[in-house]
Every structure is written in C-alpha cells, then in structure tokens.
C-alpha cells in the first residue's frame, strides 16, 4: 500500500506539474489565461512591488534550497527517498500557483510592436523558446527530472540508478538548453511593459545565479566528465560554429 501510495502521490505531483507549467507559459506571454503579468488592476507601485518581490523570493528560495543535497538528505530522513523529487516538483507548483495568482501588475510601457510581422517574430521566438524547454527536457529523461522514475521503479520494486553523464543534442551546443528556453520565452514578448521587464530581469538574475549551484552539485556528481563538459561547451550562449570546432 506504501508504495501504491507513494506512486500515486508522483502522479498527481507531475499531473499537477503539466498544468500549472502550461499556465505559466500562457501567464508569461500573456496569452490565454485569465490572470497574466500584466491583468488586473495597477495598485500603487511601492505595495506592488513589495509583493511581486516576496513572491519571486519564495519562488527562487524554495526551488534553489530544495535542490541542494543537504536538504534532499534531510528531507528522505523523513519521506521515501522516491517521493523526494515528487515534493520538490509538488512544492515548486505550489509557489508558481501563488506566484499566478498574487502576481500585482505595475503598469507602465518600454516598448510595443504594432505590425504584424513584429509580432509574428516575437511569438515565433517565444513558442521556440517553450519547444527547447519541453525538448531539453525529454533529451536527458523528462521522467526522472519529474520524479516519476523514481516513483515507478519504487513501485516496481526495482533499486533507482542515477542516469549516466550525457550531452545529447542542444546539451552539445550549450550547458544548459533548458535555462535558453526560459530565456526566450521570458523576453520574447512584443508588448513590454514595466511589469514583464521586473519580471524578465529578476528571473534572468535568478537563472545565473542558479546555475552556479546547479554546476557546483553537478562537478560533484560527476567529476571529471563534467569539468571536461564545462571547458569544452559554453554556458548559455553558443559559439559560432568555426570557434566551437577551433576549440
């Protein structure tokens, strides 16, 4: 029954996931949803932006802290060790919900596209920048990075392996494809308004300072080929073709 349950509990956490990532996008892009970045009401601007900032700081706290290894120990002493990426997945749904839904726009106007083709640009790059993160995902093991590999196996009975160093496709080309994805689709946007650039600079200060924990557990985890990986392939910006085959 423990595992039936536990199994069950990755289920919903990644269901749950799907939806609340979807949301997201449609939030950022201000497409679709009934609550985006830059609906409702322009509160004043000092209370406004208290809260977006306390929003954004439970967000980056909660998602940076969990991920470490410290507290993934601490955190199995009393959880199954399979639920542990299930509850970090559950609780980095939870503060994008609270994120959505206590978001105050601050108003304000840096630029607006009018013509078509502008916009057609913008929206291209930002349903390509959600195609690289839905991409990256799946190039390693979409499953494992959403724990329910983890609760499977569990159920199965079956002992979990980490999976094994790989750079398949994008990761050939930069460290992190996925924060490149996030990148576009946080600036790609026609209509730029005050909200969406607090937004987009607080979350691109966010993603740079991530993946310096992120590699630092990464160099631990795998060493040398990692070290070698980071020498060789640049962070989030490709090289041109001619530098990379040089290097």
């Known amino acids: 029954m423990k595992k039936i349950l536990v199994f069950l509990y990755g289920v919903v956490s990644y269901v749950m996931f799907l939806g609340t990532l979807l949301y997201v996008f449609g939030f950022i892009g201000n497409l679709f949803v009934p609550k985006s970045l830059d609906s409702g009401p322009v509160g004043p601007l000092g209370q406004a932006l208290l809260i977006?900032?306390?929003?954004?700081?439970?967000?980056?706290?909660?998602?940076?802290?969990?991920?470490?290894?410290?507290?993934?120990?601490?955190?199995?002493?009393?959880?199954?060790?399979?639920?542990?990426?299930?509850?970090?997945?559950?609780?980095s749904n939870l503060c994008l919900i609270l994120l959505c839904w206590q978001w105050q726009p601050l108003g304000g106007m840096i630029w607006q596209v009018e013509s078509i083709l502008g916009q057609g640009i913008f929206y291209s790059l930002f349903g390509l920048g959600v195609i690289i993160i839905v991409m990256s995902t799946f190039l390693l093991n979409h499953f494992d990075l959403f724990g329910l590999r983890q609760v499977y196996l569990y159920l199965r009975g079956i002992e979990y392996t980490p999976l094994k160093f790989d750079t398949p496709w994008f990761y050939s080309y930069v460290r992190h494809p996925l924060y490149v994805g996030f990148l576009l689709v946080?600036?790609?946007?026609?209509?730029?308004?005050?909200?969406?650039?607090?937004?987009?600079?607080?979350?691109?200060?966010?993603?740079?300072?991530?993946?310096?924990?992120?590699?630092?557990?990464?160099?631990?985890?795998?060493?040398?080929?990692?070290?070698?990986?980071?020498?060789?392939?640049?962070?989030?910006?490709?090289?041109?073709?001619?530098?990379?085959?040089?290097?």
């Open 186 to 247: 946080l600036w790609s946007t026609p209509t730029m308004t005050i909200t969406h650039l607090v937004f987009a600079i607080a979350s691109t200060a966010y993603i740079l300072i991530a993946i310096q924990f992120e590699e630092r557990d990464l160099v631990h985890e795998h060493g040398e080929n990692y070290l070698r990986y980071r020498e060789e392939v640049p962070m989030i910006i490709p090289r041109p073709a001619k530098a990379k085959a040089a290097s």
């Open 52 to 91: 977006d900032t306390l929003l954004l700081g439970v967000f980056a706290v909660q998602h940076s802290v969990m991920a470490r290894r410290g507290f993934k120990n601490w955190l199995t002493r009393f959880i199954p060790k399979a639920a542990e990426r299930s509850t970090y997945v559950l609780l």
